[in-house]
């Protein structure tokens, strides 16, 4: 064994040395061995994974993406099953600790993480299990680039992928998982056909639409508050080989969402997704639009059919094979990664405007900041449908069918004045595009209070209450959502 610190079958390693550690004190915050034990303190369950409190693991934990948030575990569980995902909920619940499962700690804003609690690493989850004509059953820790690496073989792909495949099908489905062909086939969440859940009293159910619905409906987008998914049964369908790639230039946001509109209104491309541009100067203006269409050889799609009717500057045409199209994003991430960027601070802001006010509040925001005040941000918009997204805690706008993912994605300078600075601007760009019919997408950084909350599920809060005191009573998890106040179910 490495120099780790670990908690394995009861047994507490370090270095060479072993120690018996049978429990965690909850008055004093921390593990105790057999000769601190005092009477009535429940043992340690058995493990098949680790428990870790070694400072690096703690640390990582302990960050995220955003690196905005710092909150601290106690230990961090790499389960070797589903078995100890239970057994440590279970033993939470009983020591008033709180646990969280982490995926790749892709969110900005310490969602994942567990101050003096437990944070379940699902990096041992990540299994494959089954691969099938139309589904997959795949661990919660399996990231998409595993899943397509199984799935494309045979031909079959999942009808959503989000823009980046390093991130986990456990972190999408709590936070819903949108990509350029959720116009078509919804979010992640939208193509789920069955889940294992241990939830936050430590039982371990199957959830379908048609078995356990409440809870399976609670779980899909449910930010981690009602359950842990273990296990998830994911649709797939049939992948084409070839995608024909439209690369569409736009002088201004409001003609590139004119056509946005038209072409997810009929749905011509398989793929739609924007992204704003900055002129010399940094003010954002023009846009580009991608746009794609999957087809087999020797079945190419008609190029003068797909453009038309649309009203744009300029645009080129490529056909790249389907596999690298799901990788387009790989060498600007280790662009940013070697350039430093992926270690800065990303306080993120994410939101679905209406169609109706999207011109508008996209107007106020541009008015507002250039690249120099953003970090170079990159601003994507993807155009989705109301109808496509069905999950009930996957909250959207109202009214019009259409609607538009509008994302900031900002690089801040380390300084956390400027951090916060930021993160605050980001709750009041929230609060103006609330005013305008907007829902937050829940993978940003802002400063939100229960009435947030509150507003964000609406008129779905009630659900959301009953929910938690069904499936996790004494509120043990994910608490950095920060949706349910502490003392809930205390
Ligand atoms: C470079 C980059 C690109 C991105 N691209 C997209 C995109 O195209 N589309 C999109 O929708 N989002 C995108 N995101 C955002 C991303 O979807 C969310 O941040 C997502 O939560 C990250 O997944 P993760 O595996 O890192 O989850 P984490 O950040 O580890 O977890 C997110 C939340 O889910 C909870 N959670 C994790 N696993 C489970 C589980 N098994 N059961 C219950 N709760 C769980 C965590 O506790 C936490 O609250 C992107 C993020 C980055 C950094």
């Given at each position: 064994m490495?120099?780790?610190?670990?908690?394995a079958?009861?047994?507490f390693?370090q270095?060479?040395?072993?120690?018996?550690?049978?429990?965690?004190?909850p008055?004093?915050?921390?593990?105790?061995?057999?000769?601190?034990?005092?009477g009535?303190?429940?043992?340690?369950?058995?493990?098949d994974?680790?428990?870790?409190t070694?400072p690096?693991?703690?640390?990582e934990?302990?960050?995220?993406?955003?690196?905005?948030?710092?909150?601290?575990?106690?230990?961090?569980?790499?389960?070797?099953?589903?078995?100890?995902?239970?057994?440590?909920?279970?033993?939470?619940?009983?020591?008033r600790?709180?646990?969280?499962?982490?995926?790749?700690?892709?969110?900005?804003h310490?969602?994942s993480?567990?101050?003096?609690?437990?944070?379940?690493?699902?990096?041992?989850?990540n299994?494959?299990?089954?691969?099938?004509?139309?589904?997959?059953?795949?661990g919660?820790?399996?990231?998409w680039?595993?899943?397509?690496?199984?799935?494309?073989?045979?031909?079959?792909?999942?009808?959503?992928?989000?823009?980046?495949?390093?991130?986990?099908?456990?972190?999408?489905?709590a936070?819903g998982?949108v990509?350029?062909?959720?116009?078509?086939?919804?979010?992640?969440?939208?193509?789920?056909?069955?889940?294992e859940?241990?939830?936050?009293?430590?039982q371990?159910?199957?959830?379908?639409?048609?078995?356990?619905a409440?809870l399976?409906?609670s779980?899909?987008a449910?930010?981690?508050?009602?359950?842990?998914?273990?296990?998830?049964?994911?649709?797939?369908?049939?992948?084409?080989?070839?995608?024909?790639?439209?690369?569409?230039?736009y002088p201004?946001v409001a003609?590139?969402?004119?056509?946005?509109r038209?072409?997810?209104?009929?749905?011509?491309?398989?793929?739609?997704?924007?992204?704003?541009?900055a002129?010399?100067s940094g003010?954002?203006?023009?846009?580009?639009?991608?746009?794609a269409?999957?087809?087999?050889?020797?079945?190419?799609?008609?190029?003068?059919a797909?453009l038309?009717?649309l009203?744009?500057?300029s645009h080129?045409?490529?056909t790249?094979?389907?596999?690298?199209?799901?990788?387009r994003?790989?060498?600007?991430?280790?662009?940013?990664?070697?350039?430093?960027?992926?270690?800065?601070?990303?306080?993120?802001?994410d939101?679905?405007?209406?169609?109706?006010?999207?011109?508008?509040?996209?107007?106020?925001?541009?008015?507002?900041?250039?690249?120099?005040?953003?970090g170079?941000a990159?601003?994507?918009i993807y155009?989705?449908?109301r109808s496509?997204?069905?999950?009930?805690?996957?909250?959207?706008?109202?009214?019009?069918?259409?609607?538009?993912?509008?994302d900031v994605l900002?690089?801040?300078?380390?300084?956390?004045?400027?951090?916060?600075?930021?993160?605050?601007?980001?709750?009041?760009?929230?609060?103006?595009?609330?005013a305008?019919?907007?829902?937050?997408?829940?993978?940003?950084?802002?400063?939100?209070?229960?009435?947030?909350?509150?507003?964000?599920?609406?008129?779905?809060?009630?659900?959301?209450?009953?929910?938690?005191?069904?499936?996790?009573?004494?509120?043990?998890l994910?608490?950095?959502?920060?949706?349910?106040?502490?003392?809930?179910?205390?």
């Open positions: 490495s120099n780790e610190t670990s908690v079958r009861r047994r390693l270095g060479a040395t072993a120690v018996a550690v049978i429990g965690f004190d008055v004093r915050r921390s593990w105790i061995t057999e000769a601190q034990a005092r009535g303190l429940r043992r340690l369950p058995r493990l994974g680790q428990l870790v070694t690096a693991a703690l640390a934990a302990a960050d995220d993406y955003g690196h905005i948030i710092k909150r601290t575990p106690v230990a961090v569980l790499r389960p070797g099953s589903i078995n100890d995902v239970v057994e440590m909920v279970r033993y939470a619940n009983e020591n600790l709180r646990i969280a499962m982490r995926g790749q700690g892709h969110s900005t310490g969602q993480q567990v101050e003096a609690g437990i944070v379940i690493d699902s990096r041992t989850m299994q494959i299990h089954e691969v099938k004509s139309g589904y997959a059953v795949v919660p820790g399996a990231r680039r595993e899943i397509v690496a199984a799935t494309l073989p045979r031909g079959q792909t999942p009808p959503t992928l989000p823009n980046y495949l390093d991130l986990t099908v456990g972190g999408n489905i936070v998982g990509g350029g062909a959720s116009h078509r086939h919804g979010a992640v969440v939208d193509n789920i056909l069955e889940l859940v241990v939830t936050g009293t430590g371990l159910r199957r959830c379908s639409p048609t078995q356990n409440t399976f409906n779980v899909l449910g930010l981690g508050q009602f359950g842990i998914v273990v296990r998830a049964r994911i649709k797939l369908l049939p992948a084409k080989q070839l995608v024909r790639l439209y690369t569409i230039q201004d003609s590139f969402l004119d056509d946005a038209i072409v997810t209104i009929d749905e011509r491309f398989d793929h739609v997704e924007g992204q704003v541009n002129d010399a003010r954002f203006g023009a846009a580009t639009m991608f746009a269409k999957y087809f087999d050889p020797g079945a190419p799609p008609n190029d003068s797909l038309d009717n009203d744009f500057a080129t045409v490529e790249i094979p389907y596999g690298p199209f799901l990788e994003i790989d060498p600007i991430i280790d662009f940013l990664k070697a350039a430093g960027a992926w270690s800065l601070p990303h306080p993120w802001f939101t679905f405007l209406p169609s109706g006010t999207a011109e508008q509040f996209m107007g106020e925001l541009f008015s507002s900041v250039t690249t120099a005040d953003t170079n990159n601003v994507l155009p989705l449908k496509k997204m069905r999950s009930q805690f996957l909250r959207v706008p109202s009214g019009d069918d259409l609607f538009f993912l509008f900002t690089f801040a300078p380390p300084v956390p004045a400027v951090v916060n600075q930021w993160v605050a601007r980001n709750t009041t760009w929230h609060k103006r595009a609330e305008l019919g907007a829902k937050r997408y829940n993978i940003g950084s802002a400063n939100l209070t229960q009435q947030d909350w509150k507003n964000y599920f609406s008129p779905h809060w009630t659900a959301a209450l009953l929910a938690k005191q069904v499936y996790d009573p004494k509120n043990i994910t608490p950095g959502q920060g949706i349910f106040p502490s003392s809930f179910g205390c």
